[in-house]
């Protein structure tokens, strides 16, 4: 009965390549987001949908893409990736844009070798 | 635009000692106000949070108030317990489509 959900939990990859995370919430949640957590525990929001539209869109690579098939799922791809690109990333979830509470997932940790 | 200033850490304290973490904002209208939780190894999880002015956040022992006055939102707590070692986030949301603003986050450590 997890309600934000992400895989993988932890992903190590080398410079250059492709890679996807998934997040899916079971909440009824109309509003998804994704977080970077650096080292320093610092959180940047990256991207937010809602109802499948993007509504949030901060100043991030184009290499990263968010897709959001329905409103139950954002997943997040990462082309050529760079070693700068490690950290935690977080996938989390409102009922409504910018509602009250946000629901956080347990966390990806990307480490790029 | 929004943003959090928090007192930066690590804080590290006794069992049973006081707890203060300082968090004041800058925001356009009247926001709402949170403490978020992060334990070792998981997500944020809401600690607690109050969309109002005066009014007092509180949950597990922790309290809050909005001090609009003073723009401070302070979170406390009588007595730490080792379990309490995390890091705290402040945050606020401005309404509508806006973002949620997360303070830099204060880790907490609690000795036994």
């Known amino acids: 009965d997890t309600a934000v959900s992400q895989t993988p939990k932890y992903l190590v990859t080398q410079m250059g390549n492709d890679k996807s995370i998934k997040c899916e919430q079971n909440?009824?949640?109309?509003?998804m987001y994704w977080y970077k957590q650096d080292s320093k525990k610092f959180l940047k929001i990256m991207f937010s949908?809602?109802?499948?539209?993007?509504?949030i869109n901060e100043t991030v690579p184009n290499r990263f893409s968010p897709k959001s098939p329905d409103k139950a799922h954002l997943n997040l791809h990462i082309n050529s990736l760079e070693l700068g690109d490690s950290a935690v990333y977080f996938c989390a979830s409102s009922r409504l844009a910018g509602d009250n509470e946000q629901f956080f997932g347990p966390g990806t940790r990307l480490t790029v070798l | 635009g929004d943003s959090v200033t928090q007192m930066e850490g690590p804080v590290t304290l006794s069992e049973e000692a006081f707890l203060t973490i300082n968090c004041t904002y800058t925001?356009?209208?009247?926001?709402?106000l949170f403490w978020y939780v992060q334990y070792p190894g998981e997500g944020l999880q809401l600690l607690l949070k109050a969309t109002k002015a005066d009014d007092k956040g509180s949950n597990k022992g922790f309290e809050a108030t909005y001090r609009k006055e003073t723009t401070s939102f302070h979170l406390e707590k009588g007595s730490v317990q080792v379990s309490d070692s995390a890091v705290y986030f402040c945050?606020?949301?401005?309404?509508?489509?806006?973002?949620?603003?997360f303070g830099t986050g204060t880790k907490l450590q609690v000795i036994p």
């Open positions: 945050a606020l949301n401005s309404g509508g489509y806006q973002k949620v603003t």
């Open positions: 949908y809602n109802n499948k539209e993007l509504i």
């Open positions: 909440l009824g949640h109309d509003t």
């Open positions: 925001a356009t209208g009247y926001p709402s």
